[in-house]
């Protein structure tokens, strides 16, 4: 279940959700087509991308041809909520505006919230007019722990993440950490890699106090992640080992599959989970 970040406003009830998708790349399309099968109860009811040809080729590709946005005041001109599948630049380019103009947004390019100005102000915003940032899950498992952990205290989270050389923009024929320190100075280092940690330090202890470890391991063939907590309730250790998403080797397949769980979860009347 994803993280939500919340101003306490509930959308109404019987109103089908219409959704506004940011992004129209490879998970943009996953998404696309689930809401297109109905395997969501919602509509898509409009699309956009800086790239408009891309938008345009995506609409023609669905049964129910969502309206191709020139703008973001396009886009949001019908929308409940807007899925942002695009990039850490497209949540800080539009994610204000997006809670501004009175909508909700669902970020998946999580790693742009490390950045602390742009975090407090949406902060700030979802306070002031009560809508919702939703935050799935994402490429990891667990979360519903370390927030349960959270309440009664977490001594440390730590964070290894593993994965084949080329998809961190290396080279080299044995493991070989190429970062090790906090996990907001590893996504200004790795920003279009490490949005599992992203998530992690909003679930968890922060930035500034979540450990992450990044390897380049030619010997792997799927993006590894592997989460040690330490509390008051004990210890755990999860490890996920994630086949990447169909065109997209960078990105986990189960961030996909996590967001429209997400969009299951919001419309769902009951609520499972912590």
Same mark, same amino acid.
């Given at each position: ?17 219409? =959704? ?6 490879? +998970?943009? /399309? +996953? ?8 395997? !969501?109860?919602?509509?898509? #009811?409009?699309?956009?991308? &800086?790239?408009?040809?891309?938008? /345009? ?24 909520? !807007? ?12 994610? !204000? ?38 935050? @799935?899950?994402?490429? +990891? ?12 205290? +977490? ?35 790795? @920003?279009?890699? #490490?949005?599992?940690?992203? $998530? ?19 010997? !792997?063939? /799927? ?14 250790? =999860?490890?996920?080992?994630?086949? @990447?998403? @169909? ?11 996590? $967001?429209?769980? $997400? ?7 009951? &609520?499972?989970? $912590?």
């Amino acid at each position: 279940m994803g993280k939500k970040m919340s101003g306490g406003k509930k959308r109404g009830e019987g109103k089908k959700m219409r =959704i506004g998708l940011l992004g129209c790349g490879n +998970i943009g /399309r +996953i998404l696309a087509d689930a809401i297109d099968r109905e395997e !969501v109860d919602c509509s898509l #009811v409009a699309v956009f991308d &800086q790239d408009i040809e891309r938008a /345009r080729e995506l609409a023609t590709q669905l049964r129910r041809k969502p309206d191709v946005a020139d703008s973001i005041e396009g886009l949001l001109q019908d929308t409940d909520l !807007v899925v942002e599948a695009a990039s850490q630049d497209a949540v800080r380019d539009y994610g !204000v505006k997006v809670l501004d103009s009175g909508k909700d947004i669902l970020i998946m390019s999580v790693g742009a919230l490390a950045d602390e100005a742009l975090f407090n102000e949406l902060t700030q915003l979802i306070n002031k007019t009560g809508r919702r940032i939703y935050v @799935p899950s994402g490429a +990891i498992a667990g979360l519903d722990g370390i927030k349960a952990a959270k309440t009664k205290g +977490i001594d440390s989270v730590e964070l290894t993440t593993r994965k084949p050389p080329a998809e961190l923009g290396t080279t080299t024929d044995k493991e070989t950490i190429v970062y090790e320190g906090t996990a907001r100075e590893g996504i200004k280092k790795f @920003p279009k890699n #490490v949005n599992v940690a992203a $998530t992690l330090s909003l679930v968890g202890m922060g930035f500034d106090k979540t450990k992450l470890r990044i390897i380049a391991d030619p010997d !792997v063939n /799927r993006n590894v992640h592997e989460i040690r907590v330490v509390g008051m309730f004990g210890e755990f250790n =999860i490890k996920m080992e994630n086949l @990447p998403s @169909p065109n997209n080797p960078k990105t986990s397949y189960l961030a996909a599959m996590s $967001t429209i769980a $997400t969009l299951k979860e919001i419309n769902s009347a009951i &609520q499972l989970g $912590t």
